[in-house]
T-cell receptor, first 112, second 108 residues
Framework: AAGVIQSPRHLIKEKRETATLKCYPI?????VYWYQQGPGQDPQFLIS???????DKGSIPDRFSAQQFSDYHSELNMSSLELGDSALYFC???????????FGEGSWLTVV | GIQVEQSPPDLILQEGANSTLRCNFS?????LQWFHQNPWGQLINLFY???GTKQNGRLSATTVATERYSLLYISSSQTTDSGVYFC??????????FGTGTRLTIIP
């Protein structure tokens, strides 16, 4: 079965650079979520989209933005990167109320 | 927002032992999921279990929604069961709120 696809899997950036992460949800899933997991931490919700509209927002820095496109894939843009942005970023998708939320394998971002 | 607490924070067991992990949540939820995060960081779905009991091989889970807790049982532990187990809960298709996890180490 198709899973949530994230790219790139690993990314190394320097401070103050910009990074873009991509997410391809499971086909026919209408909701996409982004999470950030710092070292030794639990995943923290950043932002979600339902049918290409932002549906909820968590503790996402103003330097970060995200959108969902007409083909339902989503991108997380991170600018002015800081060392503290180094984390594992997960994308997840679901097909609506009362259904399992499936996570991708994550994108490792290292800021040096 | 929903608060999710997990216990114990750490658990070290001998191979072959059984274990019970607990998750308490603060509000009525209709989404509760258990995940295993392996050493490579992958979050593996174990159970979607907003209520009732489910079993999958050596793993089973029970959620008592009215009392706001869920239990994950692992029987006959294997070294490959090592990792961090997360409980996460939510409402509708809103975001999942994760607990702080239980780090399980299985010793050969």
């Amino acid at each position: 079965a198709a899973g949530v696809i994230q790219s790139p899997r690993h990314l190394i950036k320097e401070k103050r650079e910009t990074a873009t992460l991509k997410c391809y949800p499971i086909p026919r899933h209408d909701t996409v979520y982004w999470y950030q997991q710092g070292p030794g931490q639990d995943p923290q919700f950043l932002i979600s989209f339902y049918e290409k509209m932002q549906s909820d927002k968590g503790s996402i820095p103003d330097r970060f933005s995200a959108q969902q496109f007409s083909d339902y894939h989503s991108e997380l843009n991170m600018s002015s990167l800081e060392l503290g942005d180094s984390a594992l970023y997960f994308c997840a998708s679901s097909s609506g109320v009362g259904n399992t939320i499936y996570f991708g394998e994550g994108s490792w971002l290292t800021v040096v | 927002g929903i608060q999710v607490e997990q216990s114990p924070p750490d658990l070290i067991l001998q191979e072959g032992a059984n274990s019970t992990l607990r998750c308490n949540f603060s509000d009525s939820v209709n989404n509760l999921q258990w995940f295993h995060q392996n050493p490579w960081g992958q979050l593996i779905n174990l159970f979607y279990i907003p209520s009732g009991t489910k079993q999958n091989g050596r793993l089973s889970a029970t959620t008592v929604a009215t009392e706001r807790y869920s239990l994950l049982y692992i029987s006959s532990s294997q070294t490959t069961d090592s990792g961090v187990y997360f409980c996460a809960s939510g409402f509708g298709n809103e975001k999942l709120t994760f607990g702080t996890g239980t780090r399980l180490t299985i010793i050969p």
